[in-house]
């Protein structure tokens, strides 16, 4: 079964960090554009971060650019999203998803996506 299991999130402060993982479960993650969204209470989701299959061409939304990193380490089958000075308005659940092609600037639609991971909640609030 191809699963995308993620870990991380949790309750931190305004101006702390956290790290979400995105682990590959039953397929290997090489071969797929991996992408991260977000979807606050009464909100659509959004994208947040996209990484290409080598992890050279990255993508972040305006709202978090300088702050957040999405990373990929191949040999782990893993995909991070480093999410540093943190703020209340990036209260939300976080997905990861994989997409098999390229999407170029399209990357933020969650449309695009083939398989999506569990959801995991990060709340910035003091």
């Known amino acids: 079964q191809l699963q995308l299991v993620q870990s991380g999130g949790g309750l931190v402060q305004p101006g702390g960090s956290l790290r979400l993982s995105c682990a590959a479960s039953?397929?290997?993650?090489?071969?797929?554009?991996i992408g991260w969204f977000r979807q606050a209470p009464g909100k659509e989701r959004e994208g947040v971060s996209y990484i290409s299959l080598s992890g050279a061409v990255t993508n972040y939304a305006d709202s978090v650019k300088g702050r957040f990193t999405i990373s990929r380490d191949n040999t782990k089958n893993t995909v991070y999203l480093q999410m540093n000075s943190l703020k209340p308005e990036d209260t939300a659940i976080y997905y990861c998803?994989?997409?098999?092609?390229?999407?170029?600037?399209?990357?933020?639609?969650?449309?695009?996506?083939?398989?999506w991971g569990q959801g995991t909640q990060v709340t910035v609030s003091s």
């Open positions: 039953g397929f290997t993650l090489d071969y797929y554009y």
């Open positions: 998803a994989y997409g098999r092609r390229n999407y170029g600037s399209s990357w933020p639609d969650p449309s695009r996506f083939d398989v």
